[in-house]
């Protein structure tokens, strides 16, 4: 499909193509991690209303118009895994529980981990060796030489388990091991748990500074409800816009483009570019509020974060409204 992540109407796509080929894949490639291994197996009874459905989607699609993606004959799992990180799909460095101790704090300094799994071969786990438990022993006047005699019990939960359920093992330990299989897949530590929220909560909050400042800009325009109403989609005549609150990225769109009204938020750079930068937010924002499966392009965050430095930029340059 020629394509790097799973965006919502690609995913439909592909449902549609398995199902005109009467397969399923398992795991559910939309809710496994984006480089696991997957089977294909025959599915024998696929809905041929879906797959009108899906057709009347992709040659609207081409045409241009607006359709919500159909939905599929075979329900994905919509629960946001811990396996879907890439850490609990990256098997751990880890020690055997007779190596010194020497080479167990040796290993940890080289590669700056708070923890070290102990383990005989992928499958069989015997602890856990950290700072902590090392700490713990020296104070008690415990004198270790290998790896067994400094480690705690590790704390393991499944690649199945919801992130959001894993959240208060993961800040409580520090860190959980990932079973997937029956072999240990990966570790995810708070350091990954704040990566993957900052990756996840980054867009939204770049969104809502973006429409905050696009929202300020209109409102310098002390435009009146007849003038907002006029931004309305023509095609949405039912819509009522009594304020800037009950407009949406499309209704900026249509109200700064116009040349009358553009004039009126006087801000003294040039329309067109402004607009396609705006445009290229409401296209970004639509495909966040889909919550694909993946995170967004590099890309497109980049130029949220371009476009949200400029409005900052543009406020802090503007005279105050009067």
């Known amino acids: 499909f020629d394509a790097q992540r799973r965006g919502s109407w690609l ?36 809905t041929e209303k879906f797959l009108e459905k899906a057709r009347a989607a992709r040659a609207a699609k081409r045409e241009g118009e607006a359709i919500e993606p159909p939905t599929p004959h075979v329900i994905s799992d919509p629960t946001y895994r811990i396996g879907k990180l890439d850490s609990a799909n990256t098997p751990p460095v880890s020690v055997a529980p007779n190596k010194s101790i020497t080479e167990a704090i040796t290993i940890m300094l080289t590669n700056d981990f708070s923890q070290l799994p102990v383990m005989i071969g992928e499958r ?39 992130l959001l359920a894993a959240i208060d093992q993961i ?15 990966g570790i995810v530590t708070t350091t990954d748990l704040s990566r993957q929220f900052h990756q996840l909560a980054e867009p939204f909050l770049l969104l809502g500074e973006i429409e905050n400042h696009i929202r300020q800009i209109i409102e310098r325009g002390r435009f009146s409800k007849e003038q907002l109403t006029e931004c309305r989609d023509p095609n949405d005549k039912g819509r009522a816009i009594d304020s800037i609150g009950d407009m949406t990225f499309g209704h900026y769109i249509r109200l700064l483009q116009n040349p009358k009204f553009w004039h009126q938020v006087r801000l003294g750079i040039d329309c067109k570019t402004f607009i396609d930068r705006l445009d290229e937010a409401r296209r970004i924002r639509n495909d966040v509020m889909h919550f694909d499966s993946d995170p967004m392009s590099p890309d497109d965050l980049v130029k949220l974060r371009k476009f949200t430095g400029f409005l900052q930029q543009l406020a802090r340059s503007q005279p105050a409204a009067t």
């Open 124 to 162: 069989e786990v015997k602890g856990i060796i950290s700072w902590e438990s090392i700490g713990s022993r020296l104070a008690r006047g415990v004198k270790c030489t290998e790896v067994r005699e400094c480690m705690d019990a590790a704390h393991e939960i499944s690649a199945d388990t919801s």
């Open 11 to 46: 995913v439909w796509w592909i449902r549609e193509a398995l199902s005109e080929a009467k397969l399923v894949t398992r795991p559910d490639f939309e809710s496994a991690w984006i480089d696991s291994l997957i089977s294909f197996e025959p599915y024998t009874s696929p």
């Open 171 to 185: 800040v409580s330990n520090e860190y959980v091991l990932i079973r997937d299989s029956g072999k240990i897949s």
